[in-house]
């Protein structure tokens, strides 16, 4: 099973996208799911967690304005963002608990944000 983040883009400050996780080969492995990004020149930060009951939690800086989601049907999981901001630019991966133990983070997607 391999997780794989797509929907990134380039969109203007306030925008809106919706990305993706799907999980290759069946269902998701774990209890939770999360996103993480990395801006350029920093550390990977998580951004949100979904379990598999559908509780979420989120970083504070996307509060308000981030939703995460689950798909248990499609074995999709979604972050949409809203309100977007330029310093939100960054590669967003998504991960699972063991992803995360042998630091396989695959190729992300690429969010960019015009001021």
């Known amino acids: 099973v391999q997780l794989q983040a797509s929907g990134g883009g380039l969109v203007q400050a306030g925008g809106s996208l919706r990305l993706s996780c799907a999980s290759s080969?069946?269902?998701?492995?774990?209890?939770?799911v999360y996103w993480y990004r990395q801006a350029p020149g920093k550390q990977r930060e998580l951004v949100a967690t979904i379990w598999r009951n559908g509780s979420t939690n989120y970083a504070d800086s996307v509060k308000g304005r981030f939703s995460i989601s689950r798909d248990n049907v499609k074995n999709t999981v979604y972050l949409q963002m809203n309100n977007l901001r330029p310093e939100d630019r960054a590669v967003y991966y998504c991960?699972?608990?063991?992803?995360?133990?042998?630091?396989?983070w695959g190729q992300g997607t690429q969010v960019t944000v015009s001021s």
């Open positions: 080969g069946g269902p998701f492995r774990f209890n939770a």
């Open positions: 991960a699972d608990p063991l992803s995360i133990r042998l630091d396989h």
